[in-house]
Each structure stands twice: as C-alpha cells, then as structure tokens.
C-alpha cells in the first residue's frame, strides 16, 4: 500500500492490482470498504462505521489502528482471521459484531478499546492473542468459547470494569498476567481443565473474594 500525502484520502490497493480512493471529508456516517482482503486502510480518521464486504477473507494488521472515532464494525462472516493490532486504541468503539467464521484474534486487536463493553466471541474462535483486551476498561463481561485452550499473557490486562468471566473447560493454561488489574472481579472458577497457571494472573484484583482453583493447580501466592 502506498501512503497518500492528502490526510482526507484513502487509498486501497486490492489483490488484483486494482485502486479505490474513499473520499473522507467531513462527518461521514459510513465507510464501506467493499473488497479488501489484507490490505489496510490509511488515514480513515473520521470513519464512524465500518462494515467490511463479503469478499474479505482477513482484517490485516494495524488495519484500523488509532481510528479513534469509529464507533462500530460489522464484520462478515467470511473474515477467518483478524491480524495483530487491527482495532488498537479505536477508543470510542462500543459495538463488534463478529461471526462465527473468525477462528483468530490476534494480538493486542482490541487493546485499549476503552468505550467497548461487550463482546461476543463465536465459538469458532480456537486462538486469542497475546494482549487481545488489553485496556478495555469499560469491558464488564466476556465469556471466553470452549473452543479456545490458552488465556494467553495480558490477554484481559487492565480490564478495571470486567465483573464476569466465564472459563469453559477447554481451557487448559492461564499465562502471566493474564487478568492483572482487573479490580472488579470478586469471583472466578477456574475449571479443572487448567493444568498451568502464570504468575501474577490475578495481580491487583482488589475485590476478588472467592476463587474455585482447578484440582490439578495447587494453591499458590505467585498468582496474586
């Protein structure tokens, strides 16, 4: 992609070599980015919607990073894939609609998204980055699918408004970190599917008064 020096243009290179310009200017309701497979979108400041057309089979990395005014994204259920960072700090973002086609979140997608307070992950999601929600501070649910097997490091970090947290019993490690500073959970199961937990998974959760450990992880002061 190359980088267009009008700040109130975007320009989108798709696989077949073709170019669409979007022009942005002024207090657009909607952007609709039609093919767009990898690519990413430069300069789409203003969008306040984004809905991704039925031919994207992948929301590259870095793809919305910083559009601090979108509010919400539809995302189509052929988008298998969601790359590292692509919704970071999208600050005023409250709505996701994502499909049950999406099989990976990648790093750090959703990170410091502070407006966002729910979010349904489909069960066919099977991998969630690194850092995923780091910084959603108004997120107060999430139930994580059965089909995932890692809560990786940092993956719920900082979520100071997460109140409810479902773990399934697919879920066999919980990494470092991993819901550290999350103030406002006063209660977790941790199932006994969990054979390993990190350190500092549970780190400054202030309210938390009740934890049901796993049978196969013993008690132990480095979680907290």
Known sequence: MERNNNNNLTKVIYNDGTVRYFDIIGEIESLI???L???QIENVKLAVHVE??????AI???AFINCTRLKSVIIPDSVTIIGNSAFYNCNSLVKVIM???VTTIGKFV????KSLTNIEIPDSVTSIGNSAFTHCESLTNIEIPNSVTSIRSY????CTNLKNVTIPNSVVEIDDNAFGYCRNITKIVIPDSVKFMGNYVFMQCKNLREIKLSANIPFD???F
């Open 99 to 101: 499909p049950n086609s």
């Open 110 to 113: 959703f990170g410091c998204c």
């Open 221 to 223: 002061r480095r979680y």
């Open 33 to 35: 980015t039609g093919l």
């Open 60 to 62: 590259g990395k870095f």
């Open 155 to 158: 993956t719920f970090y900082n």
């Open 52 to 57: 991704l057309g039925k031919n994207v089979t």
């Open 37 to 39: 497979p990898t690519s």
